[in-house]
């Protein structure tokens, strides 16, 4: 059995959301997730794929490690171009910006809208949200995991229309949060991020008075919020 603890809160979170018969973990690095996917039951079978080398041959030796070069198939190549449409029930493309993430989906459409996708972006969530409710997809839910000072948004999204938002600071932080237990992390960190660039703008020499109105607005609605992050 995998060991337990090879698995950090982020991506525990993460394979805690699959549960299928194949499934599909772009830019798997050491394939960690696959391996645990497999063995604790949560997939019959899984494709690692990465667009690195490097990774991929640690990813290999662990899998051997595990007895599960039959269950766990290894592939280079970049994004979703190493699958066919249909061909995994459910895709994960986890650890990377949310922007790559866009990228890596718009693509190729037509193969992420036959699984359910399983995205957790480090960065550019906002960016990420609004792409994906303006080009078809459904973000069905969404959840917060914590690693010491890191906060991690986790998203589960299926093909489907999704209603666009009518507040713009509810792709900063869509509602379905706010009985999360760790919103009070995400809160934080959205305060610190507004804050940073309201006074990154102020101090600039030639500021641009469009997105600082847009940020001191967003502010006081993300104040708004607060009551829930306790």
Known sequence: ?????????????IAEYVKCKTVADIGTDHAYIPIDLIENGRAEYAIAADVR?????????????????DKID??????????TSGEADMII???MGGILIKDIIDAHTEIAKRSVLVLQPMNSQYELRKWLISNGFTVLSEDIECE????????????????????????????MLYKNKNFGALFKKKRREFTKI?????????????????????????????????
């Open 198 to 230: 309201i006074k990154g703008l102020e101090k600039a020499e030639n500021a641009d008075d469009g997105k600082l109105e847009y940020y001191r607005q967003s502010y006081k609605e993300l104040k708004e919020l607060e009551k829930y992050a306790n």
């Open 93 to 95: 493309i986890a650890g």
């Open 74 to 83: 290894v592939r280079l190549g970049d994004g979703l171009s190493v699958l």
């Open 1 to 13: 059995m995998v060991n337990k603890y090879m698995l950090t809160p982020r991506l525990k979170c």
């Open 53 to 69: 080398e490097g990774p991929l041959k640690i990813a290999s030796s662990n899998i051997e490690k595990h007895g599960l070069t």
């Open 148 to 175: 010491e000072y890191h906060v991690y948004n986790i998203m589960i999204v299926i093909e489907g229309v999704q209603d666009k938002f009518e507040r713009d600071i509810d792709y900063h932080i869509p509602p």
